[in-house]
């Protein structure tokens, strides 16, 4: 035991004054509580603003030049990060490969609790070089106290190589340090239930992940507007969507933004350039790829061009 490292001074362990009498609240006195602590997610991602700009920046650079995200962690850490690299595809079209989660006892863990396996530095270091990161590649380590030694492996090991590497913790800087190109400290205070970190802490790092790779999507020109453009039409949903996009950026009504989604193969962004510029498929989709798939580039491209 005496090799146990002490974290009661971590501020994701410590205990909220403002819920010292949880087990006695009613049910509506509970959800007013989560309510006003759930509150500081949002004023943390506010004050991490500065910081989150930079890893949406460093990140587009690295994805525009042919690298790759990868989100590391363990617990819940490492699902969100799961989570947000799922979702990437469906939404934004991208291969699977360009957003990667990586999980502390991989697939089993996102299921079944494995948190024993955070303890490991020298996992971390070995998902690194499995996955071949270069200098290419941007690696972010998510833990909510800071500490995981699995994270701080797989940062380490993932700096060496090269890679642009990005923190994101929910305690101190002075609590805990990282060596890494941009560290976003999300700091919510102590969690109403204390050191349960899924709650605040969980919030707070699911709404950057969401800023993250969103802001990345958006630079990287997948966005047209504020509309997902690059949706992949894989269920009725997305095709209604796809469909109500294709309305609300061109004059054409539902069967005819139906007989130009498919001809140009069930992508939104193709077939307003199609529409746009009169262009076919073959010619179109030369087009995208001339302005590295920014639709809004390649339609003014065009327009100056006629």
Not at 186 to 206: C, D, F, H, Q, Y
Not at 257 to 262: I, Y
């Amino acid at each position: 035991m005496t090799n146990l490292q002490e974290r009661g001074h971590l501020l994701t362990e410590q205990v909220n004054p403002n819920s010292a009498n949880l087990d006695q609240l009613s049910c509506l006195e509970l959800v007013e509580i989560f309510n006003q602590e759930d509150a500081k997610a949002v004023a943390a991602i506010a004050a991490a603003k500065m910081q989150l700009a930079e890893a949406i920046e460093i990140t587009a650079h690295g994805l525009r030049h042919g690298g790759r995200l990868f989100y590391i962690g363990a617990g819940t850490s490492g699902r969100l990060g799961v989570l947000d690299a799922a979702e990437c595809p469906p939404t934004f079209c991208t291969p699977p490969e360009m957003v990667q989660g990586i999980i502390a006892g991989g697939a089993g863990a996102l299921v079944r609790s494995s948190e024993d396996l955070e303890d490991r530095s020298e996992d971390g270091e070995t998902a690194i070089a499995e996955r071949k990161i270069s200098h290419l590649d941007v690696v972010v380590g998510i833990t909510a106290g800071g500490t995981t030694p699995y994270v701080h492996g797989a940062l380490k090991a993932a700096k060496q190589r090269g890679a642009s590497t990005i923190f994101i913790a929910c305690v101190p800087q002075e609590q805990v340090s990282c060596d890494v190109d941009v560290d976003i400290r999300l700091i919510t205070g102590p969690e109403v239930l204390a050191g349960s970190t899924r709650l605040k802490a969980g919030t707070v790092t699911k709404l950057a992940l969401n800023i993250l790779s969103t802001g990345v999507m958006v630079q990287l020109g997948k966005v047209y507007g504020n509309r997902m453009v690059d949706v992949a039409v894989t269920n009725q949903k997305l095709r209604d969507r796809a469909l109500r996009i294709l309305q609300d950026l061109t004059d054409l009504n539902r069967d005819g933004a139906n007989r130009l989604l498919e001809r140009s193969g069930k992508w939104v962004k193709l077939a307003l350039l199609m529409h746009w510029t009169g262009l076919d498929k073959a010619a179109a989709s030369q087009l995208l790829t001339e302005y590295q798939g920014n639709l809004r580039q390649a339609a003014s491209g065009y327009e100056k061009s006629t």
